[in-house]
Structure formats: C-alpha cells, structure tokens
C-alpha cells in the first residue's frame, strides 16, 4: 500500500529481457531496502528481485508491460519512486494500492506563471471512475482532479510536485500510469453488480 506522495525520482540504469520478464534496474541510495521490499515506480508496485550497491533490481512481467508505462523506459530515464506504506505513518495523499488499471494520454499541457495544469484523456472503461475533485494516481503521484469533461481531466500541480516528480516533464502523448480511486472503484462495481 503507498499514499501517491512521491519519495523522489531515481535514473534508469539497467533494462534487459530475461525469460518471462523484463529487468528494470534502477539506481538508489537507500541504506535499508531488502529482497522481496515493495516500491512503486511510476505508481507501479514492483517487488526487489536484485539488488547490488547503489542498484536496485525488479522484473517487470508481461501483464504490467501491457498495462503501463513501464515497457517505454530506457536507460537515463527518471522515475517516481515511492516506498510502501509502513504501520504508523501519517497517510498524505490517498490510498494508492500500485496496481495500475491502464494508461491515460497526456493531450495538453498549460504552465504559465500563475499555474501548471495537465489535460489527460482516460480510455473510456476508466473515465467512469472520475469524479470532480476525487483522487486519481498519476504516474504515482496522488492528485485531485480540478476539471473534469467526459473522459478527459485536468489536475493542477503545486511546485513541490514538480520539483520532487517527473510529472511536469513529459511531451504531449505521453501515456501516464493511472490507477483509479480505490473508493470510486469499490462503488461502481457494487452499482453495475446490482445492474
């Protein structure tokens, strides 16, 4: 379980195709990270498969290769990294489980002096779990939703998330990760259930 607040973004530094997966291994600092040890990466939950001095070793299957982002990254790239939810913290942002439901397309992009905001288009089996001012994972970073027109959304982005995220530095047609509210997700299923 993670929150959407976003660590800090760590480089790309390894991808190979092994047998059944995809190694992704990125580079970190971290003094106490384990084998088996959750982290999102791009608001993916990812389990430790490696790990080596300042490397950290994950092995991306095929149903998150599908599903995500993931499978367009490439050495010196940036991703958001955030480690699992311990017992006792505070919970910042909203509960992000890292299980991605597909990717939404970044068609436009406004920064300007007075704000930054970012217009994506959801597939249209995902938009139904938008609501205005509900939470949304994007790339692993827990935002509100400030507008919101059929299946496309704005969220507007505070400095901070743009100087701890990658978020702000994507080209138009981007495919973001998003995981949908887990609340929102929980209740349309009950309602389309009981038709």
Request: hydrophobic share 40%; net charge negative.
């Amino acid at each position: 379980m993670f929150t959407g607040i976003v660590e800090k973004t760590l480089r790309v530094i390894g991808v190979a195709q092994g047998p059944m997966f995809r190694r992704l291994t990125i580079a970190h600092d971290w003094p106490d990270v384990k084998l088996g040890e959750s982290i999102a990466i791009n608001g993916v939950c990812l389990t430790i498969a490696e790990l080596a001095p300042g490397e950290i070793g994950f092995d991306v299957i095929k149903e998150t290769l599908d599903k995500t982002n993931l499978g367009l990254l490439t050495n010196g790239d940036h991703v958001n990294v955030e480690r699992a939810l311990r017992a006792g913290d505070r919970i910042d942002g909203h509960f992000v489980q890292g299980h991605v439901d597909g990717t939404g397309t970044l068609v436009k992009q406004v920064a300007s002096e007075s704000e930054w905001r970012l217009t994506i288009e959801a597939p249209p089996h995902l938009a139904k779990y938008l609501a205005p001012k509900g939470s949304i994972s994007i790339d692993g970073v827990s935002l509100t939703i400030a507008a919101l027109r059929e299946n496309q959304f704005e969220v507007a982005l505070i400095p901070t998330t743009l100087n701890l995220t990658n978020i702000g530095k994507h080209e138009l047609g981007w495919p973001f990760n998003l995981e949908m509210d887990i609340i929102s997700k929980q209740i349309v299923h009950f309602l389309e259930q009981r038709g």
